[in-house]
């Protein structure tokens, strides 16, 4: 009897099987299964009898909504970091004052429907504005898509502030100690030392919670502003083809966050590399 | 006898309803370097962290490097402005290093110089590279800390602290959180720090560095000095008993 060689590898199935468990063509399998998937709706979609000559013909004007959609999200996150990073340093700080505004804020925002803040503050506060007369009843009226942006910033600068104080509060303690025992001001202690390290802990949900934003933009509509839906519904409407339009927005809506995922995710990447070379407990 | 560098009286510190320093007295002259002992829990770190303020003693009077702070439950704005100035003198090394992450090892020594003595850059980094130098890491330099040993990460640390040009060192534990093959070098550069007169405070498990490199020792016990000694007389002929008894655990 000859001895049982060891083979150098694992036995590997072969043929249908083989390519199902391999590791190497798993990118393959993904697009492969994910491209029958697509087809299937495709093919649903073309049951429906929709008119594609009119999707494509009112499509141009539909995209022109995009950069409002960007507008408004851009502007609402920018407020809603601001608002974020001031709520979070108030959540942690021992000062009552501070801490009872911010625990409030966090509380009446995330405790009311995003729609009525909007509704709020486009119909509520031109009225507050009335009643307090001039020069208020200007500075309270305001655009449609300024409204939008102080609703959504507002919002999400609530949901981001607990995002924040958990990153800030992730951060050692001693790195506190060792900032205060070089005789840091608190200032300087946030800025150079816990909200840098911060940062790490804090982007990867915000993207999440921009992406979650660009569809929530659409509730601006409400307001006038004509961004993408609000432009898919009324050609809808005006055409009684509703159905088209809003076909082509949330495919519009759907590319542009597949667009985000994917920098969000070299975002993360860059971030854990970087992760990768400084950590140090 | 010349002004003390340190100067404690009458300390008091308590945590909630439990007292972790029941009225402590000392002084420190510059150049002395001062061991306390003492086993966990008696209050060793916690005393040396009232020095600076990073924890807020609740009775007592502290004079520190030219700073007279008495305790107080609130400090007003002035009062807080001295507390920071008077840490830029007082050097402090923990257990734990607490290196920042995201700054090299040379940034991190020039932290507190560019951002709390406002000195630019370049001269900072000479200041910096020199005290790097005399850690014995000037070829680590550009590392950040997660590439460097826990000696060599406490090493840095001592070197960040000394940037500062302080006129007190305290040392908190500073070789507990090490491998026992990496004690030594810190212990090397503590030991030339003391050779070369600077005002220590040393809280250690080491009773060799204490040895070697104190000019007295305190043993700490449940909030209070038990006995304060020069180092052969503390360690051949301690007085009292519970000196004894953590001795004889330890040794």
């Known amino acids: 009897m ?20 391999s590791t190497t063509g798993r990118r393959v399998r993904f697009g492969v299964i994910y491209a029958i998937i697509l087809a299937i709706l495709f093919l649903f979609l073309r049951q429906l009898g929709l008119d594609v000559q009119f999707q494509l013909k009112w ?39 501070f801490n009872s505004i911010a625990t409030f804020y966090v509380s009446i925002i995330r405790g009311t429907p995003l ?15 009335q009643n307090l007369g001039p020069p208020w009843d200007k500075w309270l009226t305001l655009p449609a898509i300024a409204s939008g942006i102080l609703a959504l910033g507002i919002n999400y600068g609530a949901y981001m502030t607990e995002i924040f104080r958990a990153g800030i509060q992730s951060i050692p303690h001693g790195q506190r100690e060792a900032a205060l025992a ?20 804090i982007i990867p949900p915000t993207g999440n919670e921009f992406i979650a934003m660009l569809k929530d933009s659409a509730l601006v509509s ?19 083809r509703s159905m088209e339009t809003l076909l082509v927005a949330a495919a519009l809506y ?16 860059r971030l854990g590399q970087s992760e990768r070379q400084m950590v140090t407990h | 006898m010349s002004k003390p560098m340190v100067a ?42 009232c020095l600076n303020f990073l924890e807020k003693p609740d009775m007592g009077e502290i004079y520190i490097a030219g700073y007279h702070i008495p305790a107080k439950p609130h400090y007003n704005r002035k009062e807080q402005r001295m507390i920071r100035e008077l840490r830029t003198h007082v050097g402090m090394v923990f ?21 709390v003595k406002g000195m630019p850059r370049d001269e900072a980094v000479k200041i910096g590279e020199y005290f790097l130098a005399k850690v014995g890491l000037m070829d680590k330099r550009d590392e950040y800390p997660s590439r460097l040993s826990g000696g060599q990460q406490q090493r840095v640390a001592i070197a960040r602290a000394l940037a500062m040009q302080p006129d007190v060192m305290l040392f908190d534990e500073p070789t507990s959180a090490l491998d026992p093959e990496l004690v030594g070098e810190v212990l090397k550069v503590m030991e030339e720090l003391a050779d070369e007169g600077m005002t220590m405070l040393v809280v250690t498990h080491e009773m060799g560095f204490a040895k070697h490199a104190a000019d007295r020792v305190i043993f700490m016990d449940e909030g209070i000095f038990v006995e304060e000694a020069p180092p052969e007389e503390m360690f051949a002929h301690p007085k009292h008993e519970r000196t004894r008894e953590f001795l004889r655990h330890i040794l």
């Not at chain 1, 070089?182 to 802990?201: F, H, N, S, W």
């Not at chain 1, 409400?222 to 005006?238: H, L, N, P, S, T």
Request: positive net charge; charged residues 10%; aromatic residues 10%.
């Open chain 1, 115 to 129: 729609i009525v803040q909007i509704f709020f503050i486009y119909l509520g506060l031109p009225q507050v504005g």
């Open chain 1, 222 to 240: 409400f307001m006038g502003a004509q961004e993408m839906f609000w432009r898919a519904q009324k050609i809808g409407r005006q055409k009684f």
């Open chain 2, 8 to 49: 404690v009286q009458n300390l008091h510190k308590w945590f909630g309803t439990l007292h972790v320093l029941k009225g402590i007295n000392l002084e420190v002259q510059p150049r002395e370097v001062v061991c306390i002992i003492g086993p966990s829990g008696s209050g060793k770190s916690t005393f040396l962290r």
């Open chain 1, 2 to 21: 000859t001895t049982s060689t060891t083979p150098l590898a694992p036995p590997q199935a072969t043929g249908f099987w083989g390519w199902w468990h």
């Open chain 2, 95 to 115: 257990q734990s290093f607490n290196l920042f992450p995201h700054m090299t090892a040379l940034e991190n020594v020039i932290e507190g110089l560019v951002t």
């Open chain 1, 182 to 201: 070089l005789g840091m001001t608190y200032g300087q202690m946030m800025r150079r030392i816990i909200l840098p390290q911060a940062l790490k802990v």
């Open chain 1, 254 to 269: 759907w590319i542009m966050t597949m667009i985000f995922e994917s920098i969000q995710r070299r975002i993360e990447a």
């Open chain 1, 59 to 97: 499509l141009p004007y539909i995209a022109k909504g995009i950069p409002v959609t960007l507008l408004v999200c851009i502007g609402s996150i920018l407020l809603a970091t601001l608002l974020a990073l001031l709520g979070a340093l108030g959540r942690i700080s021992r000062n009552p004052i």
